[in-house]
């Protein structure tokens, strides 16, 4: 079985797969805090969880985008499971071009969402992850990932009203009764999820005129079933598509 970690800003998404196939998977927050000994156990916990063995695991396969995290996990597979993990990182093999004017500054997650679309979906493609950032990815037709689009992520923009607005509270994003607030938590839900959802529209239609009208439209990330729900031009969820980059990526790297 093969363990696959994506360490992000707000999320720790790890995946055992026995073959092709998912099992087992866990969207985690991330904790800065937390030491080598903390990962350790906590990963020893969510493989016993799993009724699976550190003995049973053929690799560990790791994409991150928090450098100061990175360390910290690689030394708890060494101790704790006994394996060295291999890192995505420049220099590996992808089967896939990176058009970006400087790929070492493309991330990890990034890539391993390029590499999965065009292994299982093939281009030209719009991936759409919703993490911490929003980001837009696009994949030309013969299978190039091309560069893309960056903004604030959905809860990065919820946080930042509740911390520089002083009379708005914290809310959880949900769908509001209407499109306009009658209070002011309906209000802020509002503006943040059916704002968020006309900009992936607004994007979608920009980037399906620079890669043509059969572009496919991916979404992937904690809360890219509540946008889908609101709109029609995403037309494949597929939330753990990080992690199906990150065992083909493996393979690539591990033929057999």
């Known amino acids: 079985m093969l363990l696959v970690i994506d360490i992000g800003n707000t999320n720790l ?14 969207r985690l927050a991330t904790d800065h805090a937390r030491m080598p000994d903390e990962y350790g156990l906590q990963l020893q916990g969510l493989l016993q969880n799993a009724r699976v063995t550190a003995k049973q695991l053929t690799g560990i ?33 992808t089967g896939v071009k990176v058009r970006y004017e400087d790929p070492r500054a493309v991330g990890a997650d990034r890539i391993a969402d390029a590499v999965a679309v065009v292994y299982l979906y093939k281009g030209p493609a719009c991936v759409i992850d919703f993490g911490t ?7 030309t037709k013969d299978g190039e990932y091309l560069g893309g689009a960056i903004t604030a992520g959905i809860n990065l923009a919820t946080e930042a009203l509740f911390t520089h607005a002083a009379k708005l509270p914290r809310i959880d994003l949900q769908r509001p009764p209407s499109v306009i607030g009658r209070n002011t938590v309906h209000a802020m839900q509002a503006g943040l999820l059916f704002g ?9 239609e920009r980037f399906r005129k620079e890669l043509g009208p059969t572009m496919k439209v991916i979404a992937t990330g904690g809360l890219a079933e509540i946008v889908a729900q609101e709109t029609d031009v995403i037309q494949i969820i597929a939330p753990w598509l990080t992690l199906d980059g990150l065992r083909i990526l493996w393979d690539i790297n591990h033929p057999m």
């Open 13 to 26: 998404t790890l995946g055992l797969y026995n073959g092709n196939e998912l099992g087992s998977h866990w």
């Open 133 to 139: 950032a929003t980001t837009f990815n696009a994949i």
């Open 61 to 93: 396969c790791i994409a991150s985008v928090v450098p100061q995290l990175t360390g910290r996990v690689i030394q708890a597979c060494r101790e704790y499971l006994d394996i060295e993990p291999f890192i995505i990182d420049v220099g590996i093999k």
């Open 196 to 204: 968020y959802v006309s900009m992936v529209e607004g994007m979608v």
